[in-house]
């Protein structure tokens, strides 16, 4: 049983929002949205073409726009891009309307994960673990702030474990009534 009425995936590039969000919403049988994916669809550009003509200011304008949109649903599960906690809006309507979950991944996982990925604009960077530091050390206290539930999110091999553990933490709790999720 599943008592809340959305949820909603935070954390860094890499965490697994995408990929263990469909997973949890195909166990739960809730409908799964990917906010960057969303965003490339209805702008029909790839983010990175986004961050290149737009800068990064124009894709939080429409990363905010669609976030406002997708969590305005019920019953769903919604895997964020990493930067969407970072507008005061953003984090209003993710804390108000579902139950937020950080997918808390080591530096070490991301850059394991991650090794092949060329599409993030913001891994373009000539130390890739140094950026990915520095923006653990901005957004971490962010997604801490916002979120109900923490999940350490460290393994490299597979990710439907993940899923599966994440289902199995989020029922045990909902079982013990500790469901603290935003009405
Ligand atoms: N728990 C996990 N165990 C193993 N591999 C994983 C796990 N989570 C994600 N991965 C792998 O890491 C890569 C990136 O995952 P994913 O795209 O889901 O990250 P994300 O959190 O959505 O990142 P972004 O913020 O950039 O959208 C994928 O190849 C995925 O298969
Ligand atoms: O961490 C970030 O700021 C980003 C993460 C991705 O999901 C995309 O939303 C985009 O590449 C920016
Ligand atoms: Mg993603």
Redo the contacts with the bound molecule.
Sequence with gaps: MNPAPNLF?V???????????RQIAELFRMPFF?L?HEIEAHTGAAVSLIFELEGETGFRCREAAMLAELTARRGVVL?????AVLGADNRRFLHERGFVIW?D?TVD?QLA??ER?RQ?PLLRAPDRRVRLEQLAAERNPIYAEIADLRVA???????T???HDLLDLLEARWRRGNTDVAA
Excluded at 153 to 159: E, K, L, Q
């Design positions: 995936l954390g860094p590039m890499g965490a697994g929002k995408t990929t263990v969000g990917d960057d895997a964020t891009g990493g930067g997918l991944a996982a994960r991650l990925d993030r999110s460290t393994g490299v091999g597979n990710s474990h993940a899923a």
